[in-house]
């Protein structure tokens, strides 16, 4: 028998999740001159883009943000297809396969030492301050150890087992926003095979009937699973495809390991459904097949983590500027995916108005050496139906980058950061803050 022993690795900046928000986390401090670490428990990055087959890229924040780079790289090769227009800001193709191989590229060229396969199993710290991360990898446990550590797993693993304090789901009754698991539909014909955005979105049928109508009658006689209000269609980078964003379980906890399994069998036997759906009703589905399906639950809401900072409810409905913002005029619709039914919580999605995430709302209360990103990051249960979409997971995750480096430069407390220092680590890579209008 073989035996040795994993040494201990040390880091400046050490991300734990590999999605949208953690491969802007890592890539941004990695650019900021941090030896940094990514730790993804699956085999590729990108999270929800990738393996959660998530598509458009939903929300804006203000110019020059990772975002920005993200989309002018997977749209490299696709320059003749136009990109959308919508209610809801651009809809942005992605081709996923191509997106795995690309955010890898990108993350590996930023200096950034990729842990793949490797879940973080326990955070290690010294009193109050998390220290690093306790890893599984092929070669056994390994310790992690970092001067600031990003909590990027989206449900917020990390901090929690840090002794942070959080909140799940709506405030009244702590019920949380469905799961979903998207997949991609081909064998269309394009000429006349409709899209839809969402449930307000007004296709019509050849026979004036509103598609958003039928979908409704067919939830109703039980010919779409109970709760799917609207099948959503989006398009791709390539014709005769569309992304399918339609299933919907309500009620798990998938935090735990049975409700996960649950939701994994319920959502998978949703496709044939649904399949069988545009089939028998819509132009130009009669020959659909499903192309390929997410490898990982589409997941809108776990903890969100009690940060110094938090985003209300009020902050997203009137468009607050803070003087310690980290992203600059945030914007999508408060899209409270009903946690108890089908459709939408408040009747329909609801508005806001671009506001500022300040950098507060990343610092865990209690916890030193530790910073969130992602949708897990502080917030009210409707402020966080705005912020939970990846093109601010993005811009949170390049801020949660760009504060760890400093502080790990500067050898202080997360929560003690000059919030000047950490805006000019962010106007140099390219971010906006602020208009030329505003106030400094």
């Given at each position: 028998?073989?035996?040795?022993?994993?040494?201990?690795?040390q880091?400046?900046?050490?991300?734990?999740?590999?999605?949208?928000?953690?491969?802007?986390?890592?890539?941004?401090?990695?650019?900021?001159?941090?030896?940094?670490a990514?730790?993804?428990r699956?085999?590729?990055?990108?999270?929800?883009?990738?393996?959660?087959?998530?598509?458009?890229?939903?929300?804006?924040?203000a110019?020059?943000?990772?975002?920005?780079?993200?989309?002018?790289?997977l749209?490299?090769?696709?320059?003749d297809?136009?990109?959308?227009?919508?209610?809801?800001?651009?809809?942005i193709?992605?081709?996923?396969?191509?997106?795995?191989?690309?955010?890898?590229?990108?993350?590996?060229?930023?200096?950034v030492?990729?842990?793949?396969?490797?879940?973080?199993?326990?955070?290690?710290?010294?009193?109050?301050?998390?220290?690093?991360?306790?890893?599984g990898?092929?070669?056994?446990?390994?310790?992690l150890?970092?001067?600031?550590?990003?909590?990027?797993?989206?449900?917020?693993?990390?901090?929690m087992?840090?002794?942070?304090?959080?909140?799940?789901?709506?405030?009244?009754?702590?019920?949380?926003q469905?799961?979903?698991?998207?997949f991609?539909?081909?064998?269309?014909?394009?000429?006349?095979?409709?899209?839809?955005?969402?449930?307000?979105?007004?296709?019509?049928l050849?026979?004036?009937?509103?598609?958003s109508?039928?979908?409704?009658?067919?939830?109703?006689?039980?010919?779409?699973?109970?709760?799917?209000?609207?099948?959503?269609?989006?398009?791709?980078?390539?014709?005769?495809?569309?992304?399918?964003?339609?299933t919907?379980a309500?009620?798990?906890?998938?935090?735990?390991p049975?409700?996960e399994?649950?939701?994994?069998?319920?959502?998978?036997?949703?496709?044939d459904?649904i399949?069988?759906?545009?089939?028998?009703?819509?132009?130009g589905?009669e020959?659909?097949?499903?192309?390929?399906?997410?490898?990982?639950?589409?997941?809108?809401?776990?903890?969100?983590?009690?940060?110094?900072?938090?985003?209300?409810?009020?902050?997203?409905?009137?468009?607050?500027?803070?003087?310690?913002?980290?992203?600059h005029?945030?914007?999508?619709?408060?899209?409270?995916?009903n946690?108890?039914?089908?459709?939408?919580?408040?009747?329909?999605?609801?508005?806001?108005?671009?506001y500022?995430?300040?950098?507060?709302?990343?610092?865990?209360?209690?916890?030193?050496?530790?910073?969130?990103?992602?949708?897990?990051i502080?917030g009210?249960?409707r402020?966080?139906?705005s912020?939970?979409?990846?093109?601010?997971?993005?811009?949170v995750?390049?801020?949660a980058?760009?504060?760890?480096?400093?502080?790990?430069?500067?050898?202080?407390?997360?929560?003690?950061?000059?919030a000047?220092?950490?805006?000019?680590?962010?106007?140099?890579?390219?971010c906006?803050?602020?208009?030329?209008?505003?106030?400094k």
């Open positions: 028998m073989i035996s040795a022993t994993v040494p201990s690795l880091y400046d900046v050490l991300v734990v999740g590999g999605g949208p928000a953690g491969v802007g986390a890592a890539v941004s401090a990695a650019r900021m001159g941090a030896h940094t990514l730790l993804e699956s085999g590729l990055l990108g999270g929800m883009l990738t393996a959660g087959q998530v598509q458009p890229i939903l929300g804006n924040v110019p020059g943000s990772f975002y920005d780079e993200i989309v002018a790289l749209a490299e090769g696709h320059e297809v136009p990109l959308l227009s919508t209610r809801n800001g651009r809809e193709h992605v081709d996923v396969e191509e997106a795995k191989e690309r955010l890898l590229r990108l993350t590996h060229e930023s200096g030492e990729i842990f793949l396969h490797t879940p973080a199993v326990e955070v290690l710290k010294d009193g109050c301050r998390v220290t690093g991360v306790l890893a990898t092929a070669l056994g446990l390994q310790e150890h970092a001067s600031v550590v990003i909590d990027a797993t989206g449900d917020g693993f990390a901090a087992r840090a002794g942070a304090q959080y909140h799940i789901g709506r405030e009244q009754d702590g019920r949380c469905p799961v979903t698991i998207e991609l539909v081909d064998h269309l014909d394009e000429s006349r095979a409709l899209s839809c955005f969402g449930g307000s979105d007004p296709v019509t050849p026979d004036g009937k509103k598609y109508q039928l979908c409704r009658e067919c939830c109703e006689r039980g010919e779409l699973p109970q709760n799917v209000s609207i099948v959503r269609l989006h398009k791709t980078f390539y014709p005769g495809e569309r992304n399918v964003n339609a919907q309500n009620g798990l906890d998938i935090l735990t049975k409700d399994v649950t939701a994994e069998l319920t959502l998978r036997a949703q496709i459904k399949i069988a759906f545009l089939r028998k009703y819509v132009p589905y020959n659909c097949r499903v192309k390929s399906s997410a490898a990982t639950l589409g997941v809108r809401e776990t903890r969100r983590i009690e940060g110094l900072r938090r985003i209300e409810d009020i902050d997203v409905e009137t468009g607050t500027r803070c003087h310690d913002v980290v992203v005029k945030a914007w999508f619709l408060i899209d409270i995916h946690p108890a039914g089908g459709g939408q919580a408040e009747g329909h999605s609801q508005p806001a108005i671009p500022d995430i300040p950098y507060g709302a990343l610092v865990p209360r209690g916890v030193d050496g530790m910073l969130t990103a992602g949708r897990c502080s009210s249960h402020a966080h139906a912020y939970r979409v990846m093109n601010i997971a993005m811009a995750g390049q801020a980058g760009c504060m760890a480096s400093e502080a790990a430069e500067q050898k202080c407390k997360v929560s003690e950061l000059s000047e220092a950490v805006r000019r680590r962010l106007t140099d890579q390219g906006t803050l602020r208009g030329k209008t505003e106030n």
